[in-house]
């Protein structure tokens, strides 16, 4: 199973970017998926997951009201909508995969990860 994410770059605070993870190898619909964030000098931390059925979704509460994770199963992919973007949301963004129905925020539950993605927001 291989998971590529795109879509960061830089934006300006207030902004927004839209993230996308694809899974290849396996049917995308197997899995729960959870973004997650790290940023330097702090630990990986958890953003948003979203069941493998979709119906289900969870977000850390800084993120809460302005991401949105959605997927798209026909497509494989899973996707991160974030506005109104803050400098505090700079970060490596990476996508993971979970076997599982449901997503959960602990990290170490996910067996698949993707290579990361640079989001930078500027003031």
């Known amino acids: 199973v291989q998971l590529q994410a795109s879509g960061g770059g830089l934006v300006q605070a207030g902004g927004s970017l839209r993230l996308s993870c694809t899974i290849s190898?396996?049917?995308?619909?197997?899995?729960?998926m959870g973004w997650f964030r790290q940023a330097p000098g702090k630990e990986r931390e958890f953003v948003a997951g979203?069941?493998?059925?979709?119906?289900?979704?969870r977000y850390a509460d800084s993120v809460k009201g302005r991401f949105t994770i959605s997927r798209d199963n026909s497509k494989n992919t899973v996707y991160l909508q974030m506005n109104s973007l803050k400098q505090e949301d700079t970060a490596v963004y990476y996508c993971?995969?979970?076997?599982?129905?449901?997503?959960?925020?602990?990290?170490?539950?996910?067996?698949?990860w993707g290579q990361g993605t640079q989001v930078t927001v500027s003031s």
């Open positions: 993971a995969a979970d076997a599982a129905a449901y997503a959960t925020g602990d990290y170490m539950r996910y067996n698949y």
């Open positions: 190898g396996r049917t995308l619909s197997t899995y729960a």
């Open positions: 979203i069941s493998s059925s979709g119906r289900t979704t």
